[in-house]
């Protein structure tokens, strides 16, 4: 049975940056993708950025400044993957969560393993 398992949230000040870690068990990254999306409350959930096993990077996020400030990885050795979040601002509290699929695409509905979610809450 496919697991996702997300970590690494919690309360950080604006300003800050945090690194979110995915555990993935019973399917291999090498050979399919890996994405991070986010849902803050009241809001549709989003995909954030997206990354194969062979390495190709896609990102969703729309701004500059955010294509700057998110940075996904992946380590197929161990078979997990993170995201790094800097500058964060208050804009950035949501849910976030990590979702495997056999490709990267943009819409959520294609990646049939996610997590439970971690809790990133930007306040001062």
């Known amino acids: 049975q496919v697991r996702v398992v997300e970590s690494g949230g919690g309360l950080v000040q604006p300003g800050g940056s945090l690194r979110l870690s995915c555990v993935v068990s019973?399917?291999?990254?090498?050979?399919?993708?890996i994405g991070w999306f986010r849902q803050a409350p009241g809001k549709e959930r989003e995909a954030i950025e997206c990354?194969?096993?062979?390495?190709?990077?896609?990102?969703?996020v729309d701004s500059g400044r955010d294509r700057d400030r998110f940075l996904i990885a992946i380590n197929n050795a161990d078979n997990t993957a993170s995201l790094e979040i800097r500058d964060v601002t208050p804009e950035d509290t949501a849910k976030y969560y990590c979702?495997?699929?056999?490709?990267?695409?943009?819409?959520?509905?294609?990646?049939?393993?996610w997590g439970q979610g971690t809790q990133v809450t930007v306040s001062s």
């Open positions: 990354v194969e096993g062979r390495g190709f990077l896609h990102t969703y």
């Open positions: 979702a495997a699929a056999s490709a990267c695409r943009r819409d959520g509905a294609g990646y049939p393993y």
């Open positions: 019973e399917f291999t990254l090498r050979n399919n993708a």
